[in-house]
């Protein structure tokens, strides 16, 4: 059973940082893609960010600068380094993961979902 859980998520401060963390499980992820997605109240999952097994990564524009994805395939776990966060970064963020190594930014090209990890950012 794949199984990929969050963690990492809290409180900030306007301008602080989070690094959030995504341990998989169940099955080998360093040979594809995984991405991040988060889901503010009221408002439709949207994608942050995407990255192969190479390294290779793409975000949205509104965390491009800001946010930063990297991956241990050793430990098969994916991390998102978040600086200067906004109130508008408050959401539940998501981890996926994908059967190809191809990075993407649409939900339904991901097969496998974590639970969430909730971030809130004050200001």
């Known amino acids: 059973q794949v199984q990929l859980v969050e963690s990492g998520g809290g409180l900030v401060q306007a301008g602080g940082s989070l690094r959030l963390s995504c341990a998989a499980s169940?099955?080998?992820?360093?040979?594809?893609?995984m991405g991040w997605f988060r889901q503010a109240p009221g408002k439709e999952r949207e994608f942050v960010g995407s990255i192969n097994s190479s390294g290779t990564s793409v975000y949205a524009i509104s965390v491009k600068g800001r946010f930063t994805m990297s991956r241990d395939n050793g430990k098969n776990t994916m991390y998102l380094q978040m600086t200067s966060l906004k109130p508008e970064d408050t959401a539940v963020y998501y981890c996926?993961?994908?059967?190809?190594?191809?990075?993407?930014?649409?939900?339904?090209?991901?097969?496998?979902w974590g639970q969430g990890t909730q971030v809130t950012v004050s200001s």
């Open positions: 169940g099955r080998t992820f360093s040979n594809y893609a």
């Open positions: 996926a993961g994908r059967s190809r190594d191809i990075v993407a930014n649409t939900r339904s090209a991901y097969d496998y």
